[in-house]
């Protein structure tokens, strides 16, 4: 399982030299680029109608793109790609179960604590593909006024590959996504050699 924590002001915006594309996957010294390995049957929770349909379309549009599909039910887990929405990081309080489902006790207080915006956790299959994504988005703070057709796009590219960093939505970010879902790709990558070949095919 890995998580990833936002705070306002992360940059949107960047140039994909092979550099920039090493570094979006690795952490700590470790390179590591998975996508998902099953289709993904996406669910979404506090949003208003006219918002949710503008993210389910985000949703189906990204894997479209990257040529992956979407289903309606994972015969394992129903939903895999989980997405909730709140204003503020208290109301997470109020779901079911979520220290069982995330697996972090007192989630909403730590995230509260760092003042962030959005988290994301995304836990792997046997041959370490991706095979689920939960994502919490704050939309009481510095998302307020974001574009919500932009943020759509933005949170479905951010479940779409185990990227070691936040990212906005981008065309660079774009093809990247779709050069790493090429089926002559492996599903999973941990040496860096790999990032040189997403560069040659962005070329």
């Not at 920039?20 to 590591?32: H, K, N, V, W």
């Not at 974001?146 to 070691?164: Q, V």
Request: proline share 6%; net charge negative; with cysteine.
């Amino acid at each position: 399982m890995e998580g990833r924590t936002a705070a306002a002001g992360d940059a949107a915006t960047m140039e994909l030299t092979l550099d920039e594309i090493t570094a979006l996957f690795t952490s700590d010294g470790q390179y590591r680029c998975a996508r998902w390995g099953r289709p993904v049957a996406p669910v979404i929770f506090g949003l208003a109608d006219e918002s949710l349909d503008i993210f389910r379309a985000a949703i189906r549009a990204a894997f479209a793109h990257a040529g992956h599909p979407i289903t309606d039910t994972d015969p394992e887990m129903g939903a895999n790609l989980m997405m909730f929405f709140c204003r503020e990081w208290q109301e997470l309080d109020g779901i079911p179960d979520l220290d069982r489902l995330t697996g972090q006790p007192d989630l909403p207080a730590r995230l509260k604590a760092t003042n962030a915006d959005h988290y994301q956790i995304q836990r792997f299959d046997a041959d370490g593909s991706i095979r689920a994504s939960l994502s919490f988005t704050r939309m009481g703070g510095a998302l307020a006024d974001a574009h919500p057709a932009m943020l759509a796009e933005t949170l479905a590219m951010r479940s779409m590959l185990s990227f070691a960093q936040e990212i906005s939505a981008s065309d660079p970010l774009a093809r990247l996504i779709r050069a790493a879902y090429d089926p002559v790709m492996p599903q999973v990558a941990t040496d860096p050699s790999h990032a040189m070949r997403l560069a040659a095919r962005l070329g």
